[in-house]
């Protein structure tokens, strides 16, 4: 029988443990590899999206639509505990803090409560994340929504785009 090179006992005992380890470390730290997606944003003006009214306010809207998007702003990883060599391998979840804006001009001489829900979908439209928000505008008063959430770092993966419905009352 023949015998072994003492340089496989380095390896062995030496470099496999320390990349098994490292590997570990990498997954319990995702933050240093994952960024914000490259397609996490959107902007979109009035050039080119308007608001689709019902016939009964189509030839004098109430308001007008001015410009809307999302972007994200920072990823947030929950910090694990090691407390055995098998914890290297639950990796924390992440989440991507995102803003979203939305621009809307009020064309009426009265006071209008506007609500808006704006949804980051994804790519069949299935609606990933959902927030609303809610202004008062006065007469010729253009308003800016600026909200913030957060979405878990899978589905900010799948966000394609956005959408958002509106609803406005005269304001008592």
């Known amino acids: 029988m023949q015998g072994r090179h ?11 443990p320390f990349l098994v380890l490292f590997l570990g470390y990498l997954n319990i730290h995702p933050e240093l590899y994952r960024g914000i997606p490259l397609k996490f944003h959107a902007d979109h003006d009035g050039s080119w999206m308007n608001i689709d009214w019902g016939d009964d306010e189509k030839d004098d809207p109430p308001l007008e639509y001015v410009s809307d998007g999302f972007k994200g702003i920072s990823i947030l990883t929950r910090v694990v505990e090691v407390k055995s060599f098998w914890d290297l391998w639950n990796a924390p979840p992440s989440e991507v803090s995102y803003e979203w804006r939305y621009k809307v001009k009020n064309l009426t001489d009265e006071n ?17 994340a959902s927030s609303v928000a809610s202004k008062l505008a006065e007469p010729g008063e253009t308003i800016e929504f600026e909200e913030t959430g ?14 958002w ?8």
């Open 112 to 128: 209008r409560d506007i609500s808006v829900t704006y949804q980051l979908v994804g790519k069949d439209a299935d609606v990933l």
């Open 6 to 16: 003492p340089i496989w006992y380095g390896i062995g005992f030496g470099v496999v």
């Open 165 to 172: 419905s509106i609803a406005n009352r005269v304001a008592p």
């Open 150 to 163: 957060q979405l878990d770092y899978q589905s900010a993966l799948r966000v394609t785009g956005s959408s």
